[in-house]
């Protein structure tokens, strides 16, 4: 049986869906609140939707509407940038088919919940648990950003019912996974960790988890260093 078609709890599209099913009500919760702070920034409700069925950028979306509202362009689109810059190690760690359309179209697939839910133990990715995974968050996060936007509620709304919790709460699964299953790795979690509590005293957060990166370089060394 194809690998992309693997029914198992594992792996495979159903893997992906089922994953991405409960990834999907966090995304559509942080949603919300994005439409509301970007409505609350003098963004237009439909910019704001647009935005996000074109972008699907959580992290880089709050930054570009907040860097804007004060900084400028030229702030918005650094910040932005900056936290975006994640993508381009993660996409090529990803088993993408076909032709350069059908694999900048896959590519799309590459965000944080859906890659971190396919990684595998040993570096690689499972391509149709992520694209799966995605699928059913991209609709979520569009709807989301939607009804928070026209509806306009209070933008302090997800903080104080504890929904920017969510996404911060699903990573930390996942970086508990890895230090329990993986020991080789700890290492290089800890010291991301370590980085990312220190910066975030001195610079935005997300620019703090891009920093967090430099963590992985020890290890990169001396995998490049072995015979």
């Known amino acids: 049986m194809e690998a992309g078609r693997t029914t198992a709890s594992g792996g495979g599209w159903r893997a992906g869906f089922a994953v991405g099913a409960g990834f999907g009500v966090g995304a559509f919760a942080l949603a919300v609140g994005f439409g509301a702070a970007a409505v609350a920034q003098g963004w237009p409700a439909w910019l704001a939707t647009l935005m996000s069925a074109i972008v699907f950028a959580g992290g880089a979306q709050?930054?570009?509407?907040?860097?804007?509202?004060?900084?400028g362009m030229s702030a918005a689109l650094g910040a932005a940038t900056l936290i975006n810059l994640r993508f381009i190690p993660m996409a090529l760690t990803s088993e993408f088919k076909g032709g350069a359309w059908r694999r900048s179209l896959e590519?799309?697939?590459?965000?944080?919940?859906?890659?971190?839910?396919?990684?595998?133990?040993?570096?690689s990715v499972d391509r149709a648990k992520m694209l799966g995974a995605t699928l059913v968050q991209w609709p979520a996060w569009v709807a989301g950003t939607a009804i928070g936007a026209y509806l306009a509620p209070e933008p302090a709304l997800a903080r104080a019912i504890g929904l920017d919790l969510v996404f911060p709460g699903f990573f930390l699964v996942f970086v508990l996974d890895i230090v329990r299953t993986e020991s080789r790795r700890r290492g290089t979690v800890?010291?991301?960790?370590?980085?990312?509590?220190?910066?975030?005293?001195?610079?935005?957060?997300?620019?703090a988890v891009m920093a967090a990166s430099a963590a992985a370089l020890p290890a990169l060394l001396r995998r490049r260093a072995a015979p």
């Open 190 to 207: 800890v010291l991301a960790v370590l980085v990312t509590a220190s910066m975030c005293w001195l610079v935005p957060p997300g620019v």
């Open 62 to 71: 709050f930054a570009l509407v907040m860097a804007f509202a004060g900084g």
């Open 107 to 123: 590519a799309q697939a590459v965000v944080d919940a859906s890659w971190a839910a396919a990684r595998a133990p040993d570096g």
